[in-house]
């Protein structure tokens, strides 16, 4: 799959990618903030910018002498220690799974986002909050 290029100057491409991914990231953030969680829309942003910003380094930062798949790689392995980190094992079972798992599903749009794959990212954006909104908990109490 080709990526897009909304203009032809690299950096104003570059910076539009990173306000995209950021606020893709603050429209996944703001679900959970509505929900009372504790990443919400700051957290979730910079996530996703953050995520989007080592995918651009990737491609541009090193110009063909590297692999740009090293570093999404890198992104996944470290945004799981962050997703690690919200989960809780509690009497009643794990809370914080749902977290980690949003955590991760931000991450995954600002390196789609980073990387070009608008549409990709979008769909993804679009439809985080949509399951975190809409499908049933399975364990009401925990997550």
Do not use: C
């Amino acid at each position: 799959m080709e990526s897009w290029h909304i203009f032809s100057n690299a950096n104003q491409e570059m910076v539009i990618r990173l306000v995209i991914a950021a606020f893709l990231g603050a429209v996944i953030g703001y679900e959970r903030a509505r929900a009372k969680k504790p990443a919400g829309i700051r957290t979730h942003l910079l996530i996703s910018m953050g995520a989007a910003l080592f995918a651009i380094i990737s491609i541009w930062g090193f110009a063909g002498n590297a692999d740009p798949s090293r570093i999404a790689a890198g992104v996944v392995a470290g945004v799981g220690f962050l997703g690690a980190g919200t989960i809780l094992r509690q009497e009643r079972g794990v809370a914080g799974l749902t977290t980690a798992a949003g955590i991760w599903a931000v991450a995954a749009v600002g390196v789609a986002i980073g990387a070009g794959l608008y549409a990709v990212g979008a769909v993804a954006a679009v439809m985080t909050p949509l399951a975190l909104r809409f499908l049933p908990h399975h364990h009401p109490d925990t997550d």
